[in-house]
């Protein structure tokens, strides 16, 4: 299939424009460089050293004799997008491409602004560039899991049925996203499945849990292939961060209680879900949603076994409660359906220790790249 990867230079975008090339896919990037400029804005860092990605593209050609073409470019620009879509005739548009740190959106009006107008902007100029050049083309969008929010009863895939004085109907399972972020994946969610009721367009909404680890098989190929990987307090994310934390001796700061849980997944199944989305095309004028997560943790508990881990290979680590600087409960019922995707072929893999020692041994080497002022959260919700 003739696939682009829009945010392919990102955390999950590059390992998965990689696997899919891998795998026979003839694959095109689009990506802004955004992200690399925000690192600039935060004085922050990967803690990986990443290639730039032309480097990335032409070591990949190198390799494997692999083409990835590369469209340097911002999706809120219509003209820019028409133009790539007009080139590539794509059979499917995988969409990363957004601002997707909750900290970052909620720092100011600015910060707030630019998420939701980079974020739902860029989502309605690929709605309407496919409706206008290649409407067959599968959507296959990034959401997030974290659009539900924390509700009481068991969280569906997408869709609730609910019975209302004696009539019935499948609706939109309610949304109570908890960031001006994870509010900007509710409207782009609102708008696809606008576009494919009115337009007829095809599109898979992944709403997709924590990611955590590094490597895929074919970012371990070579160090120019390298992931980034985020540990601040704006772009770090729960497991991540607390590994590498405990390579440099510093407190695993979770927040609150630590009772807050969430779905998570490994990067590796991050793009074999891309895959399994694509290679089973969503029906025309359909919106169908996968909840993409693997297992549920409380951040407490995976803190506790970031610390078995890191004592074990001598880092010995401290557990901090720190005060919460988000609003959010943290105490609370989760549970998520993810049936979806694992009837189509997915395979697991499972947070265990060695897991977790894996992703340690190799963060452990770039640990010297930490700039430990980032660390701790200086955003707050109020
Ligand atoms: P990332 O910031 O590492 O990558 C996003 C990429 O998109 C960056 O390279 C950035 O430069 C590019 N980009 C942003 N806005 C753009 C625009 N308007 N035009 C072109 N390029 C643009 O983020 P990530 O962790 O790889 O996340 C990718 C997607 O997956 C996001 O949509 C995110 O919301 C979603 N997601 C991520 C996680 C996670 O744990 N990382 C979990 C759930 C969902
Ligand atoms: N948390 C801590 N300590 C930390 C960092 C986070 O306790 O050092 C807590 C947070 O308070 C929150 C939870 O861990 O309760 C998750 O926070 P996070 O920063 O790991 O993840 P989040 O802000 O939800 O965002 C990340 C990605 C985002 C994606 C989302 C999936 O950045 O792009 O959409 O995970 S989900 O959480 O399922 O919505």
Redesign the pocket.
């Known amino acids: 299939m003739k696939i682009i990867v ?9 390992p998965t424009a990689l696997y899919l090339s891998q795998k026979g896919h003839d694959v095109s990037i ?9 690192d600039s804005e935060l004085h922050s860092n990967s803690l990986t050293p990443i290639a730039s990605l032309e480097e990335r593209v032409a070591k990949w050609k190198e390799l494997t004799g692999k083409e990835i073409r590369i469209y340097e ?4 620009h219509y003209d820019f997008l028409k133009e790539v879509l007009k080139r590539e005739m794509p059979d499917a548009f995988v ?7 909750a900290p970052y959106s909620m720092i100011d009006r600015e910060h707030a602004v630019y998420t939701q107008h ?2 739902v902007t ?1 989502t309605l100029n690929v709605l309407f560039a496919i409706k206008e050049l290649v409407p067959d083309c599968h959507l296959i969008k ?5 659009e539900y929010g924390t509700p009481n009863i068991q969280i569906e895939e997408g869709y609730i049925e609910i019975e209302h004085k004696g009539r019935k109907d499948v609706l939109p399972f309610p949304k109570q996203p908890g960031s001006f ?1 994870h509010l900007s ?1 509710v409207h782009d969610s609102h708008n696809i499945m606008f576009a494919c009721r009115i337009w007829g367009i095809r599109a898979t909404d ?1 709403n ?5 680890g590094l490597d895929t098989e074919e970012t371990k190929l070579d160090p120019v292939l390298t992931n ?1 990987l ?1 540990y601040d307090g704006v ?1 770090g ?1 729960a497991l991540n961060r607390f590994i590498i934390q405990s390579t440099i001796g510093h407190d695993l700061t979770v927040y609150g209680k630590g009772g807050q849980t969430r779905g998570f997944l490994h990067i590796k199944d991050t793009v074999r879900c891309i895959e399994i989305a694509a290679e089973n095309p969503a029906d025309k004028g359909e919106f169908r949603v996968f909840n ?1 997560f693997t297992e549920e943790h409380s951040v407490g508990d995976l803190a506790a076994k970031v610390k078995k881990v890191a004592d074990e290979e001598g880092f010995p680590t401290n557990i901090a409660n720190l005060e919460n600087p988000r609003v959010e409960l943290e105490d609370h019922y989760f549970h998520a359906e993810n049936t979806k995707l694992k009837d189509l072929g997915l395979e697991p893999h499972l947070l265990d220790e060695e897991v977790i020692r894996e992703i340690l041994r190799t963060v452990v080497q770039h640990k010297d790249r930490v700039i430990k002022e980032n660390i701790l959260p200086q955003v707050t919700w109020k």
């Open positions: 829009a945010g392919g230079d990102g955390f999950c975008g590059w689009i990506d802004s460089m955004v992200r690399r400029k925000i470019g911002d999706l809120v969409h990363f491409a957004e601002q997707r740190s980079n974020n860029g990034l959401g997030t899991l974290g972020y994946k992944l997709q849990g924590i990611v955590y980034r985020d772009f994310t993409q």
